[in-house]
Nanobody, 123 residues
């Protein structure tokens, strides 16, 4: 059974940092691109970052460039999202998702989704 499980969310002050993890099982991670998405209350889900299956390239939404870094460890079946300089507007439920063919910040490219982890940035 293919699974993606996010962890690492929590409450952090503005300017703080968090590292999210996406633990995968039931498939060969190295065959998939992985994306991170987020959904804030009352807003549509948006793409944050994605990384190609090999880890050779990554994309970022303009709103997080320079603050978020995506990485992957295929041997550990885990993808990470390091977030620094967090802002209140980063508050959202963060999801990871797997795409068979290519890295994209569009939801339709993804076949499998995790359940999400809450990130709250507040003083």
């Amino acid at each position: 059974q293919l699974q993606l499980v996010e962890s690492g969310g929590g409450l952090v002050q503005p300017g703080g940092s968090l590292r999210l993890s996406c633990a995968t099982s039931g498939f060969t991670l190295s065959d998939y691109a992985i994306g991170w998405f987020r959904q804030a209350p009352g807003k549509e889900r948006e793409g944050v970052s994605c990384i190609e299956s090999s880890g050779s390239s990554a994309n970022y939404a303009d709103s997080v460039k320079g603050r978020f870094t995506i990485s992957r460890d295929n041997a550990k079946n885990t993808v990470y999202l390091q977030m620094i300089s967090l802002k209140p507007e980063d508050t959202a439920v963060y999801y990871c998702a797997a795409a068979k063919y290519y890295c994209s910040l569009k939801e339709y490219a993804y076949d499998y989704w995790g359940q999400g982890t809450q990130v709250t940035v507040s003083s």
